[in-house]
């Protein structure tokens, strides 16, 4: 019995399809073909096509052709705004191409050179014919074994060391020195950079999952947060880096056994979402500890990352390491002095008829605090106490210091009902033995309600700015007398007492330099931009007033902390 002739499988035909032509058109076509309807849905193949695709034609008829066989070169979906074959179909002309792929039905790719054109099915609606053959020069590439990325030259990774150690070490803030990392490694070493570090309570942040899209960094928040803790014997990679045990290689197949940790399975989530090929995980290990670990992978690039690489991206990480560690101390170190120091500025004391408002504005760029401190409180005569000063520094050193003058006033001010001038004079002779204060500056006063109801301050200043005060129409006046020497220079010269009438509803203002110093401008300048904007703000309630006068007069380029004391008396004077 003689065997039957095999015919060209076509699946079912379209409503709009004429009997056998479509098939006969499809079985003169030497090389593998399919015909698409006016929706891009497949409605015929040829034998050729299903052998190339190892689909049959079932699988096939009725699937949106886009959908179901266009991908790039890693095998993720194209999206049809990159798809030129979808654009030529919807613009029913003529084109081809070369270097795209096709899925075929075992999961593998099938590189692929193409030709689309509109087709004539005889019926109503309009087709298209797609023509492709395999890319031969591709598809021999594709099966080879891919051989690592284009190393470095010794003199690249050489600069890129040292511009990692410049740019890494020249802050003290950790997110800065996270960005700059990511910004170095982006797309230079890879595509994707991961950094997981450590905290101080010994739990895992997941800190940076950076993308490099073309020019752009794409911070990928999704991916981000928080860790399970570290594992102690996980031999799986991330867990060994984190452990500081040992930098190594990773790809996708590294995670796809049975997750030992909950690491492994968020390592597992990152290589699914990323498409992350290949990765290189090391330690990023300071002197004193494991602060972390860097992960590089590549997803678009080609290449797989091999042990040669390991070593420079080693190098980095402890660049890294370093600028993390110092950031660290820094951090702590600050936070540490902020504590003792907003500790120790006080509460204002509540005076009948009087308002009072404080504001302390720590260094933005410094080591954010210093020795800038406020104080008021009451006398046991019914008198009140002001003071503002200033201890040379910016770091711990002069915090400490600041608390010292601070409790010294204090005690000296309670303990001798004396002029203000006697009382600082007191407070500078302490200063100058038994304490390490190299210098500070302060205004030191007294309030007191006057018999016919107004306030009179009496004040001695000691170096510092003079009081600015402030008529309720806007009048100003620097009160410029009782101005003697800082503190802490053991001239021992007499002090000078200066007194005067506050007005009713006038507001006085006490203020560190901080407020009005800035490089490149004259301290009277200073002065007279404060006054501007004081007295034009003079009508505004105690706290507008204050707080719209250090936002539009601190410097923007001020690197120095700002403390503030202002007063305001009644508009209304009341005889006693």
Known sequence: MAEPERTESTGPRSPGAAGPALPA???????AAYVVDDKGCIIAVNAPAEELLMRPAEDLVGRDAHDLLHRDARG??????????????????TEQAAGEWFARGDGSLLPVSWLITPFDTGGRESATLVVFHRDQQAWDASRRPETAAEPLTELERLALLAETTTRLTSTLDVDEALRRLVALVLPRLADWAVVDLITERDEVWRSAVVHADGDALVHHEELQGPMPPVPEESPMPLSRALRGVASTLAGPQTYQREPDSGIAVEQ?????????????????????????????GRADKQGDYTDADL???????????????????????????????????PQLPR????????????????????????????????????????????DLEAAAGMAQVRNMLR???????????????????????????????????RLEAADDGHWEL???????????????????????????????????????????????????????????????????????????????????????????????????????????????????????
């Open 25 to 31: 058109a499809l079985a003169s076509i030497g090389a």
């Open 76 to 93: 993720h979906t194209l999206p049809t705004s990159r798809c030129s074959m979808r654009q030529a179909f919807h613009a029913r002309r």
């Open 268 to 296: 597992q989530r990152l290589f699914k979402a990323t498409g992350i090929h290949s990765a290189a995980i090391v330690p990023i290990r300071s002197t004193r500890e494991v602060l972390g670990a860097l992960t590089l």
């Open 311 to 345: 070593p420079l991206i080693e190098d980095i990480a402890r660049r890294a390491a370093l600028a993390l560690d110092n950031a660290r101390l820094y951090q702590r170190q600050r936070k540490v002095a902020e504590t003792m120091q907003n500790h120790l500025l």
């Open 351 to 394: 005076l009948p008829g009087l308002r009072m408002i404080a504001r302390y504005l720590p260094a933005p760029d410094a080591s954010q605090v210093g020795g800038d401190w406020y104080d008021a409180f009451r006398l046991p005569d019914g008198a009140t106490a002001l003071a503002v000063g200033d201890v040379v520094g910016h």
């Open 411 to 445: 005690a000296y001010a309670w303990s001798h009902q004396e002029p203000p001038s006697r009382i600082v004079d007191r407070l500078d002779e302490a200063v100058t033995h038994i304490t390490n204060v190299p210098m500070a500056t302060m205004i030191f006063a």
């Open 458 to 576: 009496r004040w001695t200043n000691a170096g510092h700015p003079p009081p600015l005060l402030i008529s309720r129409d806007g009048l100003t006046r620097y009160l410029l007398d009782g101005h003697g020497i800082l503190l802490g220079t053991g001239a021992g010269k007499p002090r000078p007492d200066a007194s005067t009438v506050l007005p009713p509803g006038s507001t006085l203002l006490l203020y560190t330099d901080g407020l009005i110093e800035a490089v490149g401008r004259s301290l009277d300048e200073g002065l007279e931009r404060l006054r501007q904007h004081a007295a034009a703000l003079a009508h505004r309630p105690m706290a507008s007033f204050t707080d719209e006068l250090l936002r539009r007069v601190r410097p923007t380029e001020n690197d120095d902390d700002v403390a503030l004391l202002v007063l305001r008396t009644p508009a209304e004077t009341r005889a006693k």
